[in-house]
């Protein structure tokens, strides 16, 4: 079975090394650009997961981690989330609103293929 991947990912650098890796890897990778798109998107593709930069601009990841984990048809879904290492406020708000793994952005880049091809 292909793995199917949604990003919520608004950092034009993030989103290139996530799409290159997933293309080296031979993994889908979609990406939304807000909380609608990503609910159509994981309605219809049914991801193994989402994968969210917790300092988006464009989507409130908390509200996105509450709406999914709310979502008796989509809250087994995993949902990942990177942030900057030095704001572990969001990663303790990210943590309680549902987010499944919530990891610093160097341990993100570091094992990015892991966590694509669902190895890590």
Known sequence: ????????????????KIRGTAEELGVTV???RNIEVMFEAAHRDRPSLII????????DPIELARQLKGDKELRSIQLLGFFSHVQTELQQQAEAAGFDQVIPRSAFSKHLGEILSGRK
């Not at 079975?1 to 290139?16: H, Q, T, Y």
């Not at 969210?52 to 989507?59: K, T």
């Open 52 to 59: 969210c930069d917790l300092h988006s601009q464009r989507v």
């Open 30 to 32: 979609s990406f939304a």
């Open 1 to 16: 079975m292909e793995r199917n991947i949604i990003a919520v990912v608004d950092d034009l650098f993030f989103a290139s």
